[in-house]
Nanobody
């Protein structure tokens, strides 16, 4: 199984950035897909998740209304559109795939079995 994240970079505060994650080696539509991030000197935290079919999404309070997660089960990809970026969004962003025992566990990183290598997002003030 491989999850290849891309799209990170340096962006000014207030600007947009779009992350993409390409998955291979798994039955993509059988997995909940999530994005997590780890900022310097902080623990990894949940950012966004999307259900198996893509019909349901959930976001951390800190990104609600600014970030949008989407998936394409035909292409085995999941994207994270990030708008109105803030310096505190600076982090390494990871995509993850989880089978999840139930949707209620969607924000728990322990429920995600496969992880990408991460892509760095730096937001300058």
């Amino acid at each position: 199984v491989q999850l290849q994240a891309s799209g990170g970079g340096l962006v000014q505060a207030g600007g947009p950035l779009r992350l993409s994650c390409a998955a291979s080696g798994l039955s993509f539509s059988n997995f909940v897909m999530g994005w997590f991030r780890r900022a310097p000197d902080r623990e990894r935290e949940f950012v966004a998740t999307i259900s198996w079919s893509g019909s349901v999404t959930d976001y951390a309070d800190s990104v609600e209304g600014r970030f949008t997660i989407s998936r394409d089960n035909a292409k085995n990809t999941v994207d994270l559109q990030m708008n109105s970026l803030k310096p505190e969004d600076t982090a390494v962003y990871y995509c993850a795939a989880g089978t999840l025992r139930n949707w209620g566990m969607r924000t728990r990183s322990s429920e995600y079995r496969y992880w990408g290598q991460g892509t760095l997002v730096t937001v300058s003030s």
